[in-house]
């Protein structure tokens, strides 16, 4: 199983900050990682997809990047609907394996 | 508006049985992979089963595999997970999600983009 492992586990950023997420995973899992943003009471919301590629009505001020173990996803200029739990979760192999989250919280 | 409904959860004892259902709308239910991901309140994301799109191939997490049992009826654009020997461990949050896309000449990957409310299981 791939284990992924995402740091920091929080994060406090001041809005109009960047934010910069980590997720590492144990095997390479080439480009076939996604990340979700989730707030409380409300499932996942898929952000970016193929490491890459930000998915439907997804802001401009999210990317990510990375490739094989290491992945990066930022967000510039934070807003204050982007405070909330980020995973990252990989689709190379089975089984599919999230990270356990990053919290972006207000600083 | 392409949108997930699961239902289904419950209460029940452990060793008992549940039957999650997920009913698709807006969208080609027959050319998606369909999943399953589970949740404890406040802590992380589990994958717990996939089916493919046209119910061919079938894979399981490890600690479902055996007691849980993926299908899908493409008819009716909805997808089940029948559960048994339900254990303390498997009280969460359930979701249904669909990642792979096949309805062109082959399957492309785009992530989970449409998740479901999720239905809650609580075994004790």
């Known amino acids: 199983e791939i284990v992924m492992t995402q740091s920091p586990d929080t994060l406090s950023v001041s809005p109009g900050e960047r934010a910069t997420l980590s997720c590492r995973a144990s095997q390479n899992v080439n480009i076939n990682l996604a990340w979700y943003q989730q707030k409380p009471g409300q499932a996942p919301r898929l952000l970016i997809y193929?490491?890459?590629t930000r998915a439907t009505g997804v802001p401009a001020r999210f990317s990510g990047s990375g490739s094989g173990t290491e992945f990066t996803l930022t967000i510039n200029s934070l807003q204050s609907e982007d405070f909330a739990v980020y995973f990252c979760?990989?689709?190379?192999?089975?089984?599919?394996?999230f990270g356990q989250g990053t919290k972006v919280e207000i600083k | 508006e392409v949108q997930l409904v699961e239902t289904g959860g419950g209460l029940v004892q452990p060793g008992g049985s549940l039957r999650l259902s997920c009913e698709a709308s807006?969208?080609?239910?027959?050319?998606?992979?369909m999943h399953w991901v589970r949740q404890v309140p406040g802590k992380g994301l589990f994958w717990v089963a996939r089916i493919s799109h046209d119910g061919s191939s079938i894979t399981y997490a490890d600690s479902v595999r055996g007691r849980f049992t993926i299908s899908r009826d493409n008819a009716k654009n909805t997808l089940h997970l029948q559960m048994n020997s339900l254990r303390a461990e498997d009280t969460a949050l359930y979701y249904c999600?669909?990642?792979?896309?096949?309805?062109?000449?082959?399957?492309?990957?785009?992530?989970?983009?449409?998740w479901g409310q999720g239905t809650t299981v609580i075994v004790s």
């Open positions: 999600t669909r990642d792979y896309d096949c309805s062109g000449n082959s399957c492309q990957l785009y992530g989970m983009d449409v």
């Open positions: 807006g969208f080609t239910f027959n050319s998606y992979w």
């Open positions: 979760q990989q689709s190379n192999n089975w089984p599919r394996t």
């Open positions: 193929r490491a890459s």
